[in-house]
């Protein structure tokens, strides 16, 4: 299998990739296999492997939650602009409307609605007037 040069203190090149969180390896017996010796300083990998899963599941759990408010904004948006474009075409109707009636009409109603104004004005001018004596 390996040849008898690599049976030194670099054991398959081991050396080269030791790990810096206690992980080493060392040689077994006249076999080819290699050991792997964890610290017990550095024996919680678990937990951190552990503690590393919840995070990416709770940060799943928030791409899920954005994805499921983004699709309901979008939605929101796209009925907003559906009753947005019927009310413009509703005023555009209104419009067309009103303005054949006033050429049908005349436009008399808007004389009658400036001599209103007209009248409202010198009734609160007078009104002015007088309260200041």
């Known amino acids: 299998?390996?040849?008898s040069s690599h049976r030194g203190g670099d054991f398959y090149g081991a050396a080269s990739?030791?790990?810096?969180?206690?992980?080493?390896?060392?040689?077994?017996?006249?076999?080819?296999?290699?050991?792997?010796?964890?610290?017990?300083?550095?024996g919680d990998l678990d937990?951190?492997?552990?503690?590393?899963?919840?995070?990416?599941?709770?940060?799943?759990?928030?791409?899920?939650?954005?994805e499921s408010e983004a699709k309901y904004?979008?939605?929101f948006i796209n009925q907003l602009q559906m009753t947005l474009i019927k009310a413009q075409a509703g005023v555009k109707n209104n419009m067309r409307r009103l303005n054949r009636s006033i050429i049908r009409e005349g436009s008399n109603h808007v004389m009658h609605v400036v001599l209103f104004a007209l009248f409202c004005f010198f009734v609160i001018y007078w009104l002015a007037k007088f309260s200041r004596r």
């Open 17 to 42: 990739h030791r790990s810096r969180d206690g992980l080493s390896t060392r040689p077994v017996g006249g076999s080819d296999e290699i050991q792997l010796r964890i610290d017990p300083m550095h």
């Open 73 to 75: 904004q979008n939605d």
């Open 47 to 66: 937990d951190e492997i552990t503690g590393l899963r919840k995070q990416v599941k709770q940060l799943r759990n928030v791409a899920q939650e954005i």
């Open 1 to 3: 299998m390996a040849s």
